[in-house]
């Protein structure tokens, strides 16, 4: 069975690492208790005040990157062990953090994620895993905003980056995902998914009265290495191209 406990280290089952390592994805519940999730849903509230809305103009999902660096309470969410064994045990390489990001749809946002995978908007070459672990920090039932994913994707790993605003786009870059099957997976506050960096996705619109606040970490493999390609992350860091992210924005978990 898999266990999670704020005490000690949550333990994943063989049999959860290979639903992973299969479909690219795994609802883990209760990763953190509903008391931390609201204890962090408020700190988001409250970070998104001051923090820079990095998808302005967008209608899909107000986008706070590195919230870590500038919110002491989400700083310990980010770096929370339980998410960062977990995610390594279902990487089965050493991991360093990408980076954080809320992502929070207003209510009657009216516009969904539409579906794309995640890594080839990266700047990174020769990661052998990379995966994200999405935490609720409020219900999120399907019509708040929910996560849908095409499980197995993660096997097509030279796609072109596809555009998250657009619905058909991934199905231009890959017409067969289009007949494959989709999981939609609600998570009360707490639960988390995790999902590989090249995992077909998308969240539903919010249909509702409340905001969908989730919190994104994001892990890459520690060898990976920097491409150079333009990255709001990266750009301005002074990375060498070829070489690991060896920097504080990206510590090894
Ligand atoms: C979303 O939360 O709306 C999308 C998350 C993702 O694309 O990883
Ligand atoms: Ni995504």
Redesign the pocket.
């Known amino acids: 069975m898999t266990t999670t406990d704020p005490t000690t280290a949550v333990t994943l089952d063989e049999e959860t690492i290979s639903a992973y390592r299969r479909d690219g994805v795994v609802r883990i519940r209760n990763i953190i208790t509903a008391d931390e999730a609201a204890r962090f849903r408020d700190a988001a509230t409250a970070a998104t005040r001051v923090a820079e809305d990095n998808f302005t103009g967008s209608a ?2 107000n986008q706070y990157v590195n919230i870590w660096r500038q919110d002491d309470v989400l700083r310990e969410l980010t770096l929370d062990s339980r998410l960062a064994a977990a995610a390594t045990a279902l990487a089965g390489v050493p991991l360093r953090l990408w980076h954080d990001q809320l ?1 929070i ?1 207003p209510p009657h946002n009216g516009a969904a ?1 539409e579906f ?1 995978q ?1 890594a080839p908007y990266w700047p990174h070459g020769g990661s052998r895993h990379s995966l ?1 672990v ?1 935490v609720a920090l409020v219900d999120v039932p399907v019509e708040r ?1 929910c ?1 849908t994913f095409i499980p197995g994707s993660h096997d097509h790993k030279d796609l072109r980056r596809q555009d ?1 605003s657009d619905r058909d786009d991934l199905f231009r870059a890959s017409p067969d995902l289009r007949w494959e099957e989709r999981t939609t997976i609600p998570l009360r506050a707490g639960d988390c998914t995790f ?1 590989n960096a090249y995992l077909a ?1 998308s ?1 539903t619109p919010n249909l509702t009265d409340d905001p969908r606040i ?1 919190h ?1 970490a994001i892990y890459i493999d520690a060898e990976a290495t920097y491409t150079g390609a333009a990255h709001v992350v990266t750009d301005g860091l002074g990375l060498t191209v070829g070489e690991p992210l060896e920097h504080e924005l990206f510590p090894r978990v």
Do not use: C, E, P
Request: aromatic share 12%.
């Open positions: 899909i999902f992502l749809k994620t794309h995640d994200s999405w905003g996560m998250l999902h996705h969240a989730a994104v």
